[in-house]
């Protein structure tokens, strides 16, 4: 019998898990989640990596390498991270090539502090490709205003990117011009389009967590009645956005050269409000040619009860136009909303990747 995870596959949606720990690797629980759920990618981040630390003994023996060896901490983290995804690669790479370079992709950030840096995170960017040293890897690049410069020069060098931290339309758009462009600057370099894949990070659940909390300070009855709308169409307007762009003249021109579309990537899929259905941003935004990267809980909810209907994306694009100038009818500036969950994001990964360092600043300490 097909289920929901099948279904969902069957829709053009990719599965990928949004977790990744050593234990999960040498258990061989990603191999049984390829297996019985559909998966075909993962995606990681610096809060992920700390909770796998604090998890088992699964680290403790490459913490002793690194303690003898005396590297520095940022060393540390790169060592402990690259290892979990070249792993996570290898067992995925079955999927990278029966699905002629598509699927059986991995995700690794680049240190987030340099979020605003274009030269240092291109740099970055660089380093981690060169030491993961696997095909189907992604490099995340935070799509700031200083991170489009890097994710167009990332793409020229043949590095894969997945675009990450995206909230509004317009730096969406961006994020589609700078990958053209990468691609554009790739060939000239000799590239082949082919082999270089990438994936446009849209984050869900946030826009509606910001924007319900800001309808219930409002208070109105008509205000309330928009709870959980925001984001479904913030979503669904970026799909249409996506359409436009990967079926223009520009993109065809690429497209006849070998390249692949960048596919967008519903990030942030866990239902933060307990009042909405816990599968909500998987069946909501079924589209083909879609990426949807959920938390294990959400992966494990919609095995179990999600409802797969089919396209839930593009019929809904004029209710989803009339959702959005509702919400700025009711006092919303969207403007304001998708600024200060930028900011705030980069500033949760910042401090995400400064907690990852201080522990395995102690965990070494301990090691040594």
């Known amino acids: 019998m097909t289920n929901p995870l099948q279904k969902l596959s069957g829709e053009g949606v990719a599965v990928w898990l949004d977790d990744i720990s050593r234990e999960r690797l040498r258990s061989g629980n990603l191999r049984e989640l390829i297996d019985t759920r559909s998966v075909v990618g993962v995606t990681s981040n610096p809060t992920i990596f700390e909770k796998a630390l604090k998890e088992g003994d699964a680290y403790d023996a ?17 060592f402990i991270t690259g290892y979990d995804i070249r792993w996570a690669a290898d067992v995925l790479r079955p999927l990278y090539d029966s ?33 993961v040293d696997r095909p189907n890897l992604m490099i995340k690049i935070p799509a700031t205003v200083e991170g489009l410069p ?18 509004s339309l317009e730096r969406y758009r961006a994020v589609m011009d700078a990958f053209l462009a990468g691609l554009e600057q790739a060939s000239a370099n000799g590239h082949d389009l082919s082999r270089i894949q990438s994936v446009a990070s849209f984050f869900v659940s946030r826009v509606d967590s910001e924007i319900d909390k800001r309808l219930e300070a409002i208070g109105t009855d008509a205000a309330k009645a928009l709870r959980g709308r925001a984001a479904l169409a913030n979503a669904r307007l970026a799909y249409e956005a996506y359409e436009e762009v990967f079926g223009s003249r520009r993109w065809k021109a690429l497209e006849a050269d070998g390249a692949r579309p960048q596919r967008p990537l519903w990030a942030s899929t866990g239902v933060k409000d307990p009042a909405y259905p816990d599968t909500l941003y998987v069946t909501e935004l079924v589209a083909p040619g879609t990426v949807n990267t959920m938390p294990e809980a959400t992966l494990e909810a919609t095995a179990d009860h999600g409802e797969i209907t089919g396209d839930t994306v593009r019929d809904t694009y004029d209710r989803a136009r009339a ?3 509702a919400l700025a009818d009711a006092g919303i500036d969207m403007d304001d909303v998708v600024k200060l969950l930028e900011d705030d994001g980069v500033l949760k990964f910042e401090k995400s990747w400064e907690s990852l360092l201080a522990m395995v600043t102690d965990r070494l300490g301990s090691a040594g």
């Open 323 to 325: 959702d959005l100038a």
């Open 99 to 131: 699905t002629d370079r598509v699927d059986g992709r991995v995700s690794l950030e680049v240190d987030p502090r340099l979020a605003r840096d274009t030269e240092r995170t291109v740099a970055e960017a660089r380093a981690l490709w060169w030491m």
């Open 150 to 167: 890097a994710i167009t020069a990332a793409l020229a060098e043949g590095i894969s990117v997945n675009v990450t931290l995206i909230f």
């Open 62 to 78: 490459q913490l002793r390498d690194l303690a003898a060896r005396g590297v520095s901490v940022d060393e540390a983290v790169r």
